[in-house]
């Protein structure tokens, strides 16, 4: 009798270490949890994905329906991020103890002509690339209700000598702003900036266009009131309230730069500190806008009768 009561008593210690033992893995596998910032973006947003627990981690990506690769390893928390659409699944594995899945689904939200820019900086939200497809494209800044600057990039522009055009339609003033202004943007390299823009207020009927500039060495804010043109009559609106359209066009020359409002050129400016390839795009200032009949073209050097070249010429009448 004694031996049996020992046997069973040795059997419960053994059931209750067997037990203890097991614990730690089942609370992990209840508390552990990864998340990541978002779930659903458009490529080149970069994803933050992180854990409920602070510990290091191998972080695994699915590469097909079954398998999976290591992405990054011993790590507590990854960045991702990628410009192919389609959705990404991660777990994370801690000494043989999986966790859940993460899947994060990345689109193509923008339309052909305008989104990224070839460095890969994004655009602001608020723009609406629905109608940025086919042969009849539209790009418009969306109405807000606040005060904001809105800005998209032509996607294949980064050089020292192209052209940009655009029809410019006003459609609303976002956020009572006073001084709103709607145009493209001629060159952009990090900080620095050149603003080609209608300075209609808010009445739409303001004859200004302006250039300006925006650096570091004005304590990173606009130049106002910069190069001013009022040598027109400029209204946005009929006596009846319909709509009038005007186009801007820029033509960069390395450090000269063109401005032309509906063909003709209205401003020459050099800017002789700026002779690296920039970026371009449309920028808004308080102002809901539809841009129509947009073209960019950039210099090819191995093609005097490129898009850009026969654009010049005819232009500036060379």
Not at 190 to 200: M, T, Y
């Amino acid at each position: 009798m004694k031996k049996l009561f020992k046997f069973i008593l040795i059997l419960n210690v053994i059931l209750l270490l067997s037990a203890c033992n097991n614990k730690p893995n089942e609370e992990i596998k209840a508390a552990w949890k990864i998340e990541s910032n978002v779930n659903q973006t458009y490529i080149y947003e970069e994803v933050f994905i992180g854990s409920n627990h602070n510990i290091d981690v191998d972080w695994y990506l699915k590469v097909n329906d079954s398998e999976f690769e290591l992405y990054q390893s011993q790590k507590s928390n990854v960045y991702f991020k990628t410009a192919v659409v389609g959705t990404y699944t991660f777990k994370a594995v801690n000494n043989d103890v999986e966790s859940n899945l993460v899947t994060i689904k990345y689109e193509d939200l923008f339309g052909d002509v305008f989104g990224h820019s070839p460095l890969m900086e994004r655009p602001t939200r608020g723009i609406d690339y629905s109608k940025d497809k086919g042969n009849s494209k539209e790009l418009v800044h969306e109405f807000q209700n606040r005060t904001a600057d809105l800005y998209t990039y032509f996607k294949d522009i980064y050089s020292t000598r192209y052209i940009i055009s655009a029809d410019i339609d006003i459609l609303s003033v976002n956020g009572q702003e006073p001084y709103p202004k709607a145009g493209l943007l001629a060159a952009q390299l990090n900080d620095r900036k050149i603003l080609f823009a209608f300075d209609a207020r808010a009445n739409f009927d303001n004859d200004d266009v302006i250039v300006v500039n925006h650096t570091a060495t004005h304590g990173g804010t606009w130049d106002w009131p910069g190069t001013i043109y009022r040598l027109r009559d400029i209204n946005f609106r009929t006596s009846t309230g319909s709509h009038m359209t005007y186009k801007l066009t820029v033509i960069r020359e390395d450090t000269m730069f063109y401005f032309f409002l509906d063909g003709s050129l209205i401003i020459q400016q050099d800017f002789p500190d700026l002779d690296q390839e920039t970026v371009a795009g449309t920028y808004t200032m308080g102002q809901s806008v539809k841009y129509t009949n947009y073209y960019a073209y950039q210099d090819d050097p191995n093609d005097e009768n490129d898009a850009y070249s026969l654009a010049v010429k005819t232009m500036l009448n060379r």
